[in-house]
């Protein structure tokens, strides 16, 4: 086993933190950021940047300099919220151009064996948006995974006593798949393609 020294074995386990990164991938980027100093220096300020700048829009939960953020201030459908899991995954839909809407982004999905309940979620502001009223539509678009499935499920049965349509992105979509890696023309025509609950 090789021993690096102590600074060096910290960056290396917060870069395998990362999702993707093991620990040869770890290693090419110390190395890399070791061998570029300048570019280390950079990556270091616009981590220190983003982490005091970015953070998550009152309205919608998505990620933002600004509170809140464009997609809550810019004119756009207010009587129609697409809800995704992940700051990522609205992008995604928002990258296919075919939704004019108002995102709420739930920071997950419902997994009782790992602890995420709906109280973990940001279901209850979006309850509380839709009960303010004038939203037509709710366009589920959690990912096509055993829990965003079960999201879906519990969100329109909260959702339809309201007297909003639910609907749920079609299933175009690869059923395991996560929203963020789907192109963008699957994405607008799941879009296109969405149901009833």
């Not at 386990?13 to 093991?22: I, W």
């Not at 992940?86 to 108002?102: I, K």
């Not at 909003?164 to 690869?174: Q, S």
């Amino acid at each position: 086993m090789v021993h690096f020294s102590d600074s060096l074995s910290r960056l290396l386990a917060e870069l395998q933190k990362l999702p993707g990164v093991g620990e040869k991938t770890a290693l090419r980027l110390a190395f890399h950021l070791l061998k570029s100093p300048d570019n280390a220096a950079a990556l270091a300020d616009s981590l220190r940047d983003v982490m005091s700048r970015v953070r998550f829009c009152s309205v919608c939960f998505g990620i933002t300099e600004d509170d809140p953020c464009r997609f809550c201030s810019d004119a756009r459908d207010d009587g129609a919220i697409c809800v995704v899991e992940e700051p990522q995954d609205l992008l995604a839909v928002e990258r296919t151009r075919a939704f004019r809407g108002r995102y709420h982004v739930l920071q997950g999905a419902l997994s009782p064996l790992n602890g995420v309940t709906p109280d973990r979620l940001r279901v209850a502001e979006l309850m509380k948006r839709l009960e303010g009223g004038g939203v037509r539509e709710v366009v589920i678009a959690t990912n096509f995974t055993v829990e965003g499935e079960a999201t879906a499920l519990y969100l329109a049965r909260m959702i339809k006593p309201l007297g909003v349509r639910v609907t749920r992105l079609a299933h175009g979509i690869p059923l395991g798949s996560d929203l963020e890696f789907v192109d963008a023309a699957t994405v607008q025509r799941a879009l296109e393609g969405r149901s009833e609950l």
